[in-house]
């Protein structure tokens, strides 16, 4: 039987080097800008196993039940690393939202490995020769990106994969000495940023030790600032601190955890662990403590309130893990809570929260107290003159790579999703598309938007997603949201009139919103098909404000908003006294 090579990531010097027969194991391999190289291939693509939801739900409860397995294993081996008896919420705080991530990702690209083998042909595979901390991250900001964007590490961990299964695999090791090495860029030290600092030490200083700590908030400048005044304090907005990185050292890195499993996969995720654990949580720990110690927030804070920084910000989640006497508050950051059947990232905020702020929903099964205040961050747009002739439609771009588990398109799926962006777009009156605005994800990660866009529709009009949005809804005559996120959100708060069409098969309700979806769909505000959005925007467009103002649409809106996405114009006083 031929060998076919199996290809994992897009690195091009991991494919064969001669005319082989070839398994792409994803079509994140195929980038779009080195298509010339490929596309004359003799090549197949193995279908993702993702694209099966009914795995994709059962494999988000289990990854779930490891999660809180060896959560709990590494509170203890950190405990004792550190030589501290911190609690187990406190490494929830810390390092649940890298280790979930980490288990996550690597679990994708282990069943991907696992359904190439179980097709029962002989695989050959260039494995790259790296040193094993190569891939450490720094922080958690930094994994992140490693696990989104980065062919290395991607192709590390499936090399890893492919490591075990040397029998059925054979390996070509590839020397990595003249690849480049891995570079962390941190933030620029700018005048602007240190005028940003010196205020915040003045802040620090002036407010009181028992005053709330409210930092990235998700609210705007006004009502963050009209906050903390009715709280006696000044504002702090954002932490914009940097911490100093911290090499891995292999000398600290040598335990494991006591995980007792038959699983493969489970030994698997166990032994990569310590030398995957980001730096800050081992090598730089001790400084990382000393860093929030000399930040100066409030020493025994009365509450600690976020949106943003509950996930990404370190320094952040150390200070609310040792200030465990404080109520920690976490506000919603956006669309997808409350609304999708399975999102990580909500299970998390409410598993640390004693109070959550969501935009309108409840769920009884955390313990968690809920308050559905309402959006936080809520936008306005000023009254125009000139006519609204434009229709907008904003898109998004998810990564080549799968990372936290949410009920979404992932992966590779984002090019059904793609397809139906233009397939929609095809589908307008003429007259229509020429008054239309492709609003591009501003970040692309290796999938080449623009040009794929460019060449199905050369002569459409395209933002860049730089513009501010505000300034594209003045102009918007009818807006389409494209997927399960905040921007739909806020225009059904704005009154803009808008269309939604998804495909429900990626982007999956959970029960509670499913009969207020129906009812969006009956009034044609919802649609599962670009085909139906776009044959409704045909008729509706002379006279879209008709079919948005009219009594049943606007029944239907209200009823959604007030059940999921609430106004509120009292924000502020109800949060002062949730922070008291």
Known sequence: MVKKHLVTTAIEYTWPKKNEKILFLGEWCKSYSKKDLWKNLDFEVLDYHWDNRNKFEKDYYYLIDLYEKILKKISIKMNGIHQVNLSHRYWRILIGPWLALFIQSVFDRWEMIQLAINSNEKFQSNIISEPELKWTSFNYSDFKKLVMESDGWNNFIYGKIIELHHEKIYINKIDSNNLNRRVINLKNKTFKIFLFRLYQSIVNFINPNKSSLIISSYLNLIDDTSLSFRLSQLPLFINDQTIKQHSPNQDQREWELDLDTSSSFEKFII????????????????????????????????????????????????????????????????????????????????????????????DSSFKSEIYPLGQLNSKSIKKSNSKKTKLLLVTCVLPRYSYVMTSMVISSQWLSYFKNQIEFVKKLDESISNKTTVRLYRQDYGWGQEAMWREELPTLNYDRGYSNLETLFNETKLYVATYNATT?????????????????????????????????????????????????????????????????????????????????????????KILK
Not at 527 to 553: F, L, M
């Open 271 to 362: 032994k990569l662990i310590p030398n995957q654990i980001p730096s800050i949580y081992l090598e730089g720990y001790n400084h990382l403590h000393k860093k929030v110690k000399k930040l100066n927030w409030p020493k025994s804070p009365r509450s600690i309130f976020t949106s943003n920084s509950i996930h990404e910000d370190d320094m952040f989640k150390h200070y609310a893990g040792i200030n465990d006497n404080a109520p920690l508050v976490i506000g919603q950051h956006g669309g997808n809570y409350g609304i999708s059947k399975l999102c990580f990232q909500e299970y998390h905020e409410l598993s640390i929260a004693d109070k959550y702020i969501s935009w309108g929903w409840t």
């Open 488 to 576: 739909f959100l806020e225009t059904f708060t704005l009154n803009i009139p808008t269309v939604i069409f998804w495909d429900p098969f990626y982007w999956e309700n959970r029960d509670t919103v499913k009969t207020l979806f129906n009812e969006l769909k009956r009034v044609k505000i919802f649609h599962d098909s670009p085909e139906s959005a776009s044959k409704h925007i045909n008729e509706i467009w002379d006279n879209v404000e008709g079919w948005w103002t009219s009594s049943e649409v606007t029944e239907v809106v209200n009823k959604f908003n007030e059940s999921v996405n609430r106004s509120n114009k009292n924000i502020i006083s109800d949060l002062s």
